[in-house]
């Protein structure tokens, strides 16, 4: 999941005041702020404990901003200003031929 995990005593004062950004290749792709969000974090831990008992431990993810496509070989990292940055290598592995027939590709 990264390098580390936040604890919320090194959390910044305003979660809705943070910048974020997505690079791929060391480009910046995209550019936002958590103050762009469409749903805050409460409400979206709000929402996935009416389907799922959350336990500690347990991680809920969002999304970077979205950017253009990746392929594999691309390295993509998501960062948010005061949180860390996650950084990943894009794999490949074969498709399913009848899950690609049935998605149209």
Not at 22 to 30: F, Y
Not at 81 to 91: A, D, K
């Given at each position: 999941m990264g390098s580390w995990i936040?604890?919320?005593?090194?959390?910044?004062?305003d979660l809705y005041r943070l910048r974020i950004l997505?690079?791929?290749?060391?480009?910046?792709?995209?550019?936002?702020?958590?103050?762009?969000?469409?749903f805050r974090f409460d409400?979206?831990?709000?929402?996935?404990?009416?389907?799922?008992?959350?336990?500690?431990?347990?991680?809920?993810?969002t999304a970077s901003p979205m950017a253009g496509p990746i392929f594999p070989g691309d390295v993509i990292e998501s960062e948010i200003?005061?949180?860390?940055?996650?950084?990943?290598?894009?794999?490949s592995v074969p498709a399913d031929p009848v899950y690609a027939r049935r998605i149209g590709l």
């Open positions: 936040v604890t919320p005593e090194e959390m910044p004062a997505r690079r791929r290749n060391g480009k910046v792709e995209a550019e936002s702020n958590t103050s762009n969000m469409i409400d979206i831990v709000a929402f996935a404990s009416t389907f799922w008992t959350l336990e500690p431990g347990d991680l809920i993810t200003e005061g949180l860390g940055l996650l950084r990943n290598r894009v794999e």
